[in-house]
């Protein structure tokens, strides 16, 4: 009998129809949290079934039984940070064990993030559609956290962000920048006018590169959909913005011997990634499933060990916090424009958002959730690196 059919049989024969099993009441008390109770972090529960799912899936349970309308939460954001930072997601994966080790034996025996596999998450998450991204996100549609130490809205907080990195690379004109996941083009752009360099972006994505190139226009600046793996050439510096977390374990010094060979022995590579407070096998099953499959968070750990060798750190900027900031303003920009969305997406796609963007804002605001920004370059570099906030 299937795992999750001994659960929901057990359920049944020790807890009948009615109310949620003590064994879920105690794990919510962690957290302070509690089912029907009247703080803007409970949970409301609308259908009982909901404790099954728990009980029967863990965390994706949890999470499909909120897409299907089972339950509802007036501050959704709030209780992420209460069940994180009480760890409650890593208790309730613990008695998954049988689960996690096929996951586990899964990611050990393939490579999820294959130059095969690649282009996947691009097709099932950046490919749904330019409208979605354009309502949701800054009007240079940057898909990554903005720096809102000066900023007092998120337009301002993305163009803060880029700014500091180019500051951080040090670009001068004429030099060669090559970027690794460029998304819409944001980055590109603004580097080619206000930095006068010359930019050659990757992208899995066929949406972004279609809608980079059209941004990116006169510009000298070109789009390329192809993996990082296949990229050859030589470059004065490098820069990758929230692309890392699509790697996996498996290429990481893949990755960073990529980097190596394209980076000029001179240059500067900045790294922009979100990382986990600890070291984690895999994505959280209801993410992995429904927004970012093959996605692997890095822990500080595995960066260092991955790059060792190769580079050398000159810079580690956290602002792990300000990712709480853009995810809240862009779940609003989301919600505003969503009577025009619509018309294309049904009241199931809103909840998943929903429910997407508020568990994220939970992840950073309870501190497993970072921000790193890593400057980086080869033992050649000449001079003393200065970084800048």
Not at 34 to 57: C, Q, S, T
Not at 231 to 239: A, E, H, I, P, Q
Request: glycine share 8%; with cysteine; aromatic share 14%.
């Amino acid at each position: 009998m299937p795992f999750g059919s001994i659960i929901q049989n057990l359920y049944h024969e020790r807890h009948g129809q009615g109310g949620p099993p003590q064994v879920l009441v105690e794990l919510l008390e962690r957290g302070d949290v509690r089912f029907n109770g009247d703080r803007p972090w409970d949970i409301r529960v609308h259908d009982e079934m909901l404790y099954r799912r728990v009980l029967a899936k863990g965390s994706l349970g949890f999470g499909e039984a909120y897409i299907d309308g089972l339950w509802d939460c007036a501050a959704l954001d709030e209780l992420f940070c209460h069940l994180m930072r009480a760890d409650i997601d890593e208790r309730l994966a613990g008695w998954f064990k049988f689960r996690l080790l096929g996951e586990l034996l899964r990611q050990f025996l393939f490579n999820l993030q294959s130059t095969r596999r690649a282009f996947q998450v691009g097709e099932r998450h950046y490919d749904i559609g330019n409208d979605i991204f354009e309502a949701m996100l800054d009007s240079g549609i940057n898909y990554s956290c903005g720096y809102w130490q000066h900023a007092e809205d998120l337009e301002q907080a993305q163009l803060h962000k880029l700014e500091l990195i180019c500051r951080k690379l040090q670009l001068q004109p004429g030099e060669r920048l090559l970027e690794i996941g460029c998304g819409w083009g944001a980055l590109m752009r603004y580097a080619a006018e206000h930095y006068a360099v010359e930019v050659v972006g990757v992208t899995v994505s066929k949406e972004q590169q279609k809608l980079a190139q059209a941004r990116c226009k006169g510009l000298p600046v070109k789009v390329e959909l192809k993996d990082y793996r296949e990229m050859t050439g030589r470059f004065d510096k490098v820069v990758s913005v929230g692309m890392f977390e699509h790697v996996g374990q498996k290429n990481y010094r893949t990755y960073f011997q990529a980097v190596n060979r394209l980076l000029s022995d001179g240059g500067l590579f900045l790294l922009h990634t979100i990382g986990s407070h600890k070291t984690v096998n895999s994505l959280d099953p209801w993410m992995n499933k429904y927004i970012f499959p093959n996605g692997k968070l890095p822990s500080a750990r595995e960066i260092t060990h991955a790059l060792e060798e190769r580079f050398l750190i000159e810079d580690w900027h956290n602002f792990g916090q300000d990712y709480d900031r853009t995810l809240m303003a862009w779940w609003r920009n989301f919600d505003r424009a969503w009577s025009g969305l619509k018309k294309r997406y049904d009241d199931r796609f809103y909840r998943m958002w929903k429910y997407y963007l508020h568990s994220c804002a939970g992840l950073f605001r309870s501190r497993q959730g970072q921000l790193w920004q890593l400057v980086l370059n080869k033992r050649q570099y000449p001079g003393i690196y200065r970084s800048v906030r």
